[in-house]
Nanobody
Framework: QVQLVESGGGLVEPGGSLRLSCAAS????????MTWYRQAPGKERELVAT????????IDADSVKGRFTISRDNAKNTVYLQMNSLKPEDTAVYYC???????????????WGQGTQVTVSS
């Protein structure tokens, strides 16, 4: 089955950096776009960044442009989110996601990881 496993979250001081990773399995990773979302307490889930199979990427959240970078390693079936100059308002649970067909399936579904907590605080 499809599995998305995030890691790399934690507590960091304002101005610090973190790199989130999402290891994927169960589908042809290089064929599908991967996305990072985040959800802060009491707020709706927000699209942060997208990267397509060939590496083309967009930062979708205006509030993180210039600070966050999305990348992927198709050989490792892993997508990354490099977060620099972190602010308290970046505190959220970060999720990776894909809309893909799992191996052997004929239909697409939206898949989510379990999320990783990022807390920016002094």
């Amino acid at each position: 089955q499809v599995q998305l496993v995030e890691s790399g979250g934690g507590l960091v001081e304002p101005g610090g950096s973190l790199r989130l990773s999402c290891a994927a399995s169960g589908f042809t990773f290089s064929a599908y776009a991967m996305t990072w979302y985040r959800q802060a307490p009491g707020k709706e889930r927000e699209l942060v960044a997208t990267i397509h199979g060939g590496g083309e990427s967009t930062i979708d959240a205006d509030s993180v442009k210039g600070r966050f970078t999305i990348s992927r390693d198709n050989a490792k079936n892993t997508v990354y989110l490099q977060m620099n100059s972190l602010k308290p308002e970046d505190t959220a649970v970060y999720y990776c996601s894909t809309y893909a067909a799992r191996e052997g399936a004929l239909y697409y579904s939206r898949y989510w990881g379990q999320g990783t907590q990022v807390t920016v605080s002094s």
